[in-house]
């Protein structure tokens, strides 16, 4: 608590264009700001950055600052092999700024046996985080090339029908990693500005979508059956 905006908020949605009914959105602003329809710039905050997120991205592409870190993380057990859940990004840089400006997000799952930690949110194939200039489109910008367009879903500005107030989003995604039955893990979901707090992204997280798979616990024994 910065005693500023809140970053983090629970939805619910009835627009047939946002294919999610309900969840949680981090945002790098305001969560209030990203109801739609898309009416005006989200462009808040002044909080402290995530170390290990601006590390990582650091490494990764073009070292910058960051700040507006906003941050959700558990531990769990896994019942299964494999876990998975959906998210959208969504953005404030996408259209004028997308050539250049790049909020980031990671989801780091660290299995804490083995104290080996890895990031779910690449682009599917490749080893990029997600990004305005890993996934966008040049037709909301002429100005660079499109980037893995086939994941880039809904550009909304003007758009009365838009269901958040961003300015564009992502298709729905799912961030999904093998893991050892019944090891514990942490994640952390963690999502910043880069640069400067001028235009705000988000990401949503789909409800009910976070499958770490069911325990077996055999046959029912039933006091009827003796």
Same mark, same amino acid.
């Given at each position: ?18 294919? !999610? ?20 710039? +989200? ?10 997120? @601006?590390? &990582?991205?650091?490494?990764?592409? @073009? ?22 859940? *959906? ?13 250049? &400006? ?10 804490? $046996?083995? *104290? ?7 682009? =599917?194939?490749?080893?990029? =985080? ?19 367009? +086939? &994941? ?17 989003? @992502?298709?729905? !995604?799912?961030? +999904?990693?093998?893991?050892?039955? &019944? ?31 069911? =325990?077996?616990?055999?046959?029912? $024994? ?5």
């Amino acid at each position: 608590n910065f005693n500023q905006e809140n970053g983090i908020g629970y939805f619910t949605n009835t627009n047939p264009d946002f294919p !999610m009914e309900s969840g949680i959105l981090l945002s790098t602003g305001n969560a209030n700001l990203a109801v739609g329809p898309e009416i005006n710039s +989200q462009g808040q905050g002044s909080w402290p950055h995530d170390p290990q997120l @601006t590390t &990582y991205l650091n490494g990764v592409i @073009t070292p910058s600052n960051y700040n507006d870190a906003t941050i959700i993380e558990f531990d769990f057990v896994p019942f299964t092999d494999a876990i998975s859940f *959906n998210f959208i990004f969504a953005s404030e840089e996408y259209g004028t700024f997308q050539c250049s &400006y790049s909020d980031a997000f990671a989801f780091f799952l660290t299995n804490t $046996v083995t *104290n080996t930690t890895t990031n779910l949110a690449l682009v =599917p194939g490749t080893t990029a =985080p997600i990004s305005v200039t890993t996934i966008r489109d040049a037709a909301h910008n002429t100005g660079c090339t499109s980037e893995n367009p +086939q &994941y880039f879903g809904n550009y909304n500005q003007g758009s009365p029908n838009s269901a958040t107030n961003f300015l564009g989003e @992502t298709v729905k !995604m799912v961030a +999904q990693s093998q893991v050892t039955p &019944y090891n514990t893990y942490h994640i952390k979901l963690v999502i910043q500005d880069r640069g400067d707090s001028s235009f705000d992204s988000g990401v949503f997280l789909e409800a009910g979508s976070f499958d770490i798979g069911k =325990p077996d616990l055999g046959d029912d $024994v039933v006091i009827e059956e003796g």
